[in-house]
């Protein structure tokens, strides 16, 4: 059973983002004192009185605005209010209600959903400010005091939300949730291709690079199985990188690549691979996650006899560090091969977290070193004697040699080769430690 959902919304500006950071108990929403920086939907886990619910940040409403972005954040927030089971309506005491409040009030009332009225930005302690009795005029009921920035007022109206929740159940683990992070450059269409995987218009998509600024859950299940889409904010070199926003959305993206078990690395075929490509496709390869390339807006690429293979050689040679990684040719605005991204995402989460016995492994090592002597320097010849895993998300090996030093480069490519070439191991990086003799008692 999903658990209880709390819609926070409100206006832009009324510290809506401050809230949810405060509720969650860590910073998941960016928070700046600018109006409009959330625009899409955030979502963060939550517990309180031994209910656990999650949280999701809106966009601000302003139901008479004709900005195109704040039309569409505006549809992002109705969205939330229409899959949630309380919403929260977050007003500001210094700017008093407004035509704006009255105007979400009105639209929450008529949602039908239950709504929890607060009031923000009541900092101070003790005598509570009189204004807060100008709220009682919205129809929501009780207006609860709070502050965003202090946590004054948070358990009330804690309290309040969990009184809206159904009979608690017992709720089951889903840890056969693949969780899958989408990456690239701003602009190559990875908010396009969630909402065509979800089915809605979950992300906010506009010829605007930059648009999604939050990096953004999704669950989503289907007959392949449970995945959590992770929408990220494209990134861009640091250096090129001045709006303290965008800052903050390339940390929440890097963080993103942290908690992701595959990273689906989207290019745009128009361009092929750039240099900020290859540096974000060698975050997810530092991270050792597993990793599908998906070459995106194939459907607008003119073509030839030989032209996909052209461009997946050039893919290869650009992105050579990760030459373990499936190439796909997608269209996210046509939806072509997107269902094949499924079974690729299964196949490489597998390789990611595959074990092999240390019989089978020492196998493979034996015959590899009978097919090419390990090197020798000065007269001594490298030894390897055994080999063994000693972890997943990525493969990690553990070769005891004689001389970690006479282990050069280019033979633990070949041992790796050899390995990949009888285990398969596609799709994702694997790890090398290398223990001389005697450092295991060490």
């Given at each position: 059973?999903p658990?209880p959902?709390?819609?926070?919304v409100?206006?832009?500006n009324?510290?809506?983002s401050?809230?949810f950071?405060k509720l969650?108990?860590?910073?998941v929403?960016?928070?700046?004192d600018?109006?409009g ?9 939550a517990d309180w009185n031994g209910?656990?619910f999650t949280?999701v940040?809106?966009?601000g409403?302003?139901?008479g605005?004709s900005?195109e ?5 505006r549809e ?8 949630a ?15 704006a ?6 639209l929450l ?5 239950p ?13 509570v400010?009189?204004d807060?009795?100008d709220?009682?005029?919205?129809g929501l009921?009780?207006?609860?005091a709070?502050s965003?920035v202090h946590?004054?007022?948070t358990?009330?109206l804690?309290d309040a939300?969990i009184?809206?929740?159904?009979p608690?159940?017992?709720?089951e683990?889903e840890d056969d ?10 602009n190559?269409?990875k908010?396009s291709l969630?909402?065509?995987v ?6 906010i998509?506009?010829d605007i690079?930059?648009?999604?600024r939050?990096a953004v859950?999704?669950y989503?299940e289907n007959?392949f ?9 494209g990134?861009?070199r640091r250096?090129?990188?001045?709006d303290k ?5 390339v940390?929440?993206?890097?963080a993103a690549?942290?908690?992701a078990h595959?990273c ?5 075929a ?11 496709a060698?975050?997810?390869h530092e991270s050792g ?5 998906a070459?995106n807006?194939w459907?607008l690429?003119d073509k030839?006899t ?8 050039d893919?290869r040679r650009?992105l050579?560090f990760?030459s373990?990684?499936?190439v796909?040719?997608i ?5 072509q091969r ?11 989460n597998?390789q ?5 016995t240390t ?8 015959d590899?070193?009978?097919?090419v002597?390990?090197?020798?320097d ?7 004697y055994?080999i063994t895993?000693?972890g997943?998300?990525p493969p990690?090996f553990?070769i ?5 030093e006479?282990f050069h480069f280019?033979y633990?490519r070949?041992i790796?080769n050899?390995?990949?070439?009888v285990f398969?191991l596609e ?5 090398f430690t290398v223990?001389q003799k005697g450092?295991?008692?060490?």
């Amino acid at each position: 059973m999903p658990k209880p959902l709390i819609a926070i919304v409100g206006r832009p500006n009324v510290g809506k983002s401050m809230l949810f950071n405060k509720l969650a108990g860590k910073r998941v929403s960016i928070v700046e004192d600018v109006p409009g920086v959330t625009r899409d939907r955030v979502y963060a886990d939550a517990d309180w009185n031994g209910r656990s619910f999650t949280m999701v940040d809106t966009g601000g409403i302003e139901p008479g605005s004709s900005s195109e972005m704040l039309r569409l954040m505006r549809e992002q927030a109705q969205a939330a209010i229409y899959t949630a089971d309380v919403i929260v309506l977050v007003t500001d005491i210094r700017s008093g209600v407004t035509a704006a409040d009255a105007d979400a009030a009105d639209l929450l009332l008529r949602s039908g959903k239950p709504v929890v009225l607060a009031v923000n930005k009541m900092d101070s302690v003790g005598a509570v400010d009189p204004d807060i009795y100008d709220f009682y005029s919205l129809g929501l009921g009780e207006p609860i005091a709070v502050s965003a920035v202090h946590g004054h007022g948070t358990g009330d109206l804690l309290d309040a939300c969990i009184s809206y929740f159904p009979p608690p159940e017992e709720e089951e683990e889903e840890d056969d949730v693949i969780k899958t992070a989408i990456i690239g450059r701003p602009n190559v269409g990875k908010s396009s291709l969630l909402n065509r995987v979800l089915g809605q218009q979950r992300m906010i998509v506009s010829d605007i690079a930059g648009t999604t600024r939050d990096a953004v859950d999704s669950y989503f299940e289907n007959d392949f199985g449970k995945y959590m889409f992770i929408d990220t904010a494209g990134m861009r070199r640091r250096s090129k990188i001045d709006d303290k926003i965008e800052k903050y959305s390339v940390l929440r993206s890097e963080a993103a690549i942290d908690r992701a078990h595959v990273c689906i690395i989207m290019l745009d075929a128009r361009d092929g691979v750039t240099e900020q490509d290859a540096r974000i496709a060698g975050m997810a390869h530092e991270s050792g996650k597993a990793c599908v390339i998906a070459v995106n807006k194939w459907d607008l690429v003119d073509k030839e006899t030989g032209t996909m293979e052209r461009m997946r050689e050039d893919i290869r040679r650009d992105l050579s560090f990760m030459s373990y990684a499936p190439v796909i040719f997608i269209s996210a605005l046509t939806g072509q091969r997107v269902p094949r991204l499924f079974e690729l995402i299964n196949f490489v989460n597998d390789q990611n977290t595959m074990r092999i016995t240390t019989g089978m492994l020492n196998n493979v090592l034996a015959d590899a070193t009978a097919r090419v002597q390990p090197p020798t320097d000065k007269g001594r010849r490298l030894k390897l004697y055994y080999i063994t895993q000693t972890g997943i998300r990525p493969p990690h090996f553990v070769i005891f040699v004689n001389d970690a030093e006479l282990f050069h480069f280019s033979y633990r490519r070949y041992i790796e080769n050899q390995i990949r070439g009888v285990f398969g191991l596609e799709g994702t990086p694997i790890r090398f430690t290398v223990r001389q003799k005697g450092d295991q008692y060490k």
